[in-house]
């Protein structure tokens, strides 16, 4: 079985079969998610007052009338959240980013502007080894860390990334990138503040596609069935390095862009572009009906 995958549509007036449709379609994206928290020890009843959080925070900043104030009521109508407890949540403090979230943003940041801007990249198009520090305008990692924050001491961030095997020292001491993106191995805190950044982005392509209100966003994808693990692998092996140069070649293109923009009047928007492979066994069954559809198809 083989499908180029793609969708528009519309939820501005769900019937009953959509419904039972999107229902169905919620479940499928609620169950790896459900297998991630049973496995981090969070139950039903934990999850509750952060799904409750979330529908008065989504109802309160994105279903505003036009020229109205938003309430309490009329919030408690679109979630079904008590009025006392819609108040109660509306008048708690949003939590900004932690130091955790904060060093796995530099981290993209960094990585981002390494990858990206020409004053890091060799006349190839590859990052440069830098010197950790420099005089006068030579570039180096310090003068990189700094030109993004002046929060972290360079030397704090690059025995980080020296640790994480990230960046490694050359026989002449310069500091050179190990990895072509930034992927923390061993923080999970790190991790899950990308997770929630990629799939929260995704399920936003989504929702804006199915809305119908406006030109649909790329999202498309490719899926096969009743493959071998050996070919699995390969395609793997493909993906990986034709989506890297793809989003080397983006991450490029948008710090020249950013660069450029600095002076336009309209520079308050932002992009996520992202590439995924997923792979597993698929059942006896799935495999079988795909088999019956490729004969099938080649009967025709």
Same mark, same amino acid.
């Given at each position: 079985?083989?499908?180029?995958f793609?969708?528009?549509g519309t939820?501005n007036?769900?019937t009953?079969?959509q419904?039972?449709?999107l229902?169905?379609?919620?479940?499928?994206i609620?169950?790896?998610?459900v297998?991630l928290l049973?496995?981090?020890?969070?139950?039903?009843?934990?999850?509750?007052?952060?799904?409750?959080?979330?529908y008065? #925070?989504v109802?309160?900043?994105?279903?505003?009338l036009? /020229? $109205?104030?938003?309430t !309490?009521?009329?919030?408690? *109508?679109?979630?079904?959240?008590?009025r006392?407890e819609?108040?109660?949540?509306r008048?708690?403090?949003t939590?900004?980013l932690?130091?955790?979230?904060?060093?796995?943003?530099?981290?993209a940041?960094?990585m981002?502007t390494?990858?990206?801007?020409?004053?890091?990249?060799?006349?190839?198009?590859?990052p440069?080894?830098?010197?950790r520090?420099s005089?006068?305008?030579e570039?180096s990692?310090?003068?990189?860390v700094?030109s993004l924050?002046?929060?972290v001491?360079?030397r704090?961030?690059l025995?980080?990334?020296?640790?994480?095997?990230?960046?490694f020292?050359?026989?002449?001491g310069l500091?050179v990138?190990?990895?072509?993106?930034?992927v923390?191995q #061993?923080d999970?805190e790190?991790?899950?503040?990308?997770a /929630? $950044?990629?799939?929260g !982005?995704?399920?936003?392509? *989504?929702?804006?596609?199915?809305?119908g209100?406006?030109?649909?966003?790329l999202d498309?994808?490719?899926y096969?069935?009743?493959?071998?693990?050996e070919?699995?692998k390969?395609l793997?092996?493909?993906?990986?390095k034709r989506?890297l140069d793809l989003l080397?070649?983006?991450n490029?293109?948008?710090s020249?862009l950013?660069h450029?923009d600095?002076?336009?009047q309209d520079?308050?928007?932002?992009?996520?572009?992202?590439?995924?492979f997923y792979?597993?066994e698929?059942?006896?069954e799935?495999v079988?009906q795909?088999?019956?559809q490729a004969?099938?198809?080649?009967?025709?």
């Amino acid at each position: 079985m083989s499908n180029l995958f793609c969708y528009n549509g519309t939820m501005n007036d769900i019937t009953e079969i959509q419904q039972k449709a999107l229902f169905k379609a919620i479940k499928k994206i609620l169950r790896p998610l459900v297998s991630l928290l049973l496995r981090q020890g969070i139950t039903y009843t934990a999850l509750i007052d952060l799904l409750k959080t979330t529908y008065v #925070e989504v109802a309160d900043q994105q279903f505003t009338l036009q /020229g $109205k104030k938003q309430t !309490d009521s009329r919030i408690s *109508v679109l979630t079904g959240v008590h009025r006392k407890e819609v108040k109660r949540i509306r008048q708690e403090e949003t939590s900004e980013l932690d130091a955790k979230e904060r060093k796995a943003s530099l981290g993209a940041q960094l990585m981002a502007t390494w990858l990206g801007n020409p004053e890091y990249l060799c006349e190839k198009g590859l990052p440069k080894a830098l010197p950790r520090n420099s005089e006068g305008s030579e570039v180096s990692f310090d003068t990189m860390v700094r030109s993004l924050t002046k929060d972290v001491h360079p030397r704090s961030l690059l025995d980080e990334w020296l640790h994480q095997g990230v960046v490694f020292m050359d026989d002449n001491g310069l500091v050179v990138l190990e990895e072509s993106g930034y992927v923390p191995q #061993e923080d999970f805190e790190e991790k899950l503040f990308f997770a /929630g $950044k990629n799939i929260g !982005d995704h399920l936003s392509v *989504v929702t804006h596609n199915l809305s119908g209100e406006t030109e649909t966003m790329l999202d498309r994808a490719v899926y096969y069935e009743a493959l071998s693990q050996e070919s699995v692998k390969a395609l793997e092996t493909f993906a990986r390095k034709r989506s890297l140069d793809l989003l080397t070649e983006v991450n490029q293109m948008a710090s020249r862009l950013q660069h450029q923009d600095k002076k336009a009047q309209d520079g308050e928007h932002s992009m996520h572009f992202g590439a995924y492979f997923y792979h597993c066994e698929t059942s006896e069954e799935s495999v079988d009906q795909a088999s019956e559809q490729a004969d099938q198809g080649l009967e025709k």
